[in-house]
């Protein structure tokens, strides 16, 4: 067990965008290559979450998963937590807020927001997986998908609609 | 005696860090999805890692030259002690030493203990000759070209391996002059 260790970040967002753009350069057809992203977040998710909960009780319901979620884990992750968390009546359905999502800030994207959205889904399919690979090891079942909501700020919007808890 | 030399811990601006997991895992899992796609084809899968890491390497010295207060080296020795000092500091948080140099200097090995990309990975038995950190050789590739050096890169010793180090072998094959931008009778 290697412990705190830590790496550059500029380590990660290399290779991170170096996956990207191979796994898209390769592929014809979108759809393998989002499938293939998102099994790959999905793994990395599932064992991160059990990195991170080594030491700590269960989570009582899908509610407390969420909130760890937002929590320490987008902070392990992203340095920061989420900003905003909404949901809906039945709490089947969250949405998660960030205003700055950190693997975009290198990237200069387009004005028109549209556009700047095209350019980035490509980057949001693995951080998905990685969040539905960790609700996965809690036995909470989701469905996520992103958006981006502000082209200059990097705001995103995680979708998570619960299927299973 | 070079001021702006360091072991690597003195002379840079601070870099952002962060927690090796997130970054060892994403590796081991983009390693499992190569192999799937290139249906267990693990030559092919060493060809791809080492070419992704050239990618990287082409524009991760910009970081490098930006972040450190490094001046041109003057021979392939100095370099081979700034990547193994320095660079691998800097982005990976180890060291490692340089030796085995040939007799005319063009050739040496980088003495790596300790290496973060296979923290938590065990190789199982089919996948005995994967070089599983060949992306880790593309960079140097990729990088020292950007710098005017064509290299070669491979593992020699792998603690993956059942190896006790992990020694990676560097080799300057040419150094590419720098293009003068006019030509000088004009």
């Not at chain 1, 089947?92 to 990237?107: A, Q, T």
């Not at chain 2, 290299?151 to 020699?156: A, D, G, K, L, P």
């Amino acid at each position: 067990m290697a412990g705190k260790r830590e790496v550059a970040e500029s380590c990660f967002e290399f290779l991170y965008l170096e996956l990207v753009r191979t796994c898209y350069v390769k592929e014809e057809d979108d759809r393998g290559t989002r499938s293939s992203l998102d099994a790959m977040g999905f793994q990395v998710g599932q064992q991160l979450a059990e990195r991170y909960t080594i030491d700590r009780a269960r989570f009582s319901d899908h509610l407390e998963v969420i909130k760890f979620i937002c929590k320490e884990f987008w902070n392990e992750l992203f340095n920061k937590q989420v900003d905003n968390l909404k949901t809906n009546r039945n709490r089947e359905i969250f949405v998660l807020h960030d205003n700055r999502f950190r693997w975009l800030r290198h990237m200069s994207l387009p004005k028109d927001l549209a556009a700047a959205a095209e350019t980035v889904n490509r980057y949001l399919i693995f951080p998905c997986g990685i969040i539905k690979g960790a609700l996965a090891s809690f036995g909470v079942l989701c469905e996520v998908s992103a958006e981006l909501t502000d082209s200059a700020t990097h705001a995103c919007a995680f979708h998570i609609r619960i299927t299973q808890k | 005696m070079k001021p702006s030399r360091g072991t690597g811990t003195m002379n840079f601006a601070p870099v952002e860090k962060i927690n090796s997991e997130l970054f060892t895992l994403t590796y081991g899992s983009m390693v499992r999805q190569l192999l799937v796609d290139n249906e267990d084809n693990v030559e092919a899968v060493n060809t791809q890692l080492e070419k992704m890491g050239y990618n990287i390497g082409v524009r991760l010295i910009d970081e490098f030259l930006a972040k450190t207060s490094t001046t041109r080296c003057s021979d392939f020795r100095e370099t081979a002690e700034v990547v193994a000092k320095v660079g691998l500091k800097m982005f990976l948080g180890v060291q490692a030493t340089v030796a085995n140099w040939n007799a005319d200097g063009t050739e040496c090995s980088l003495i790596l203990e300790d290496n973060p990309i296979v923290d938590f990975v065990e190789l199982p038995e089919q996948y005995q000759s994967l070089s599983y950190s060949s992306m880790l050789c593309g960079v140097f590739r990729g990088a020292l070209e950007m710098v005017n050096m064509k290299v070669e890169s491979w593992f020699v010793q792998d603690t993956l391996k059942g190896d006790e180090v992990n020694e990676i072998r560097l080799r300057l094959l040419e150094v590419v002059q720098d293009e003068y931008p006019f030509k000088d009778d004009e």
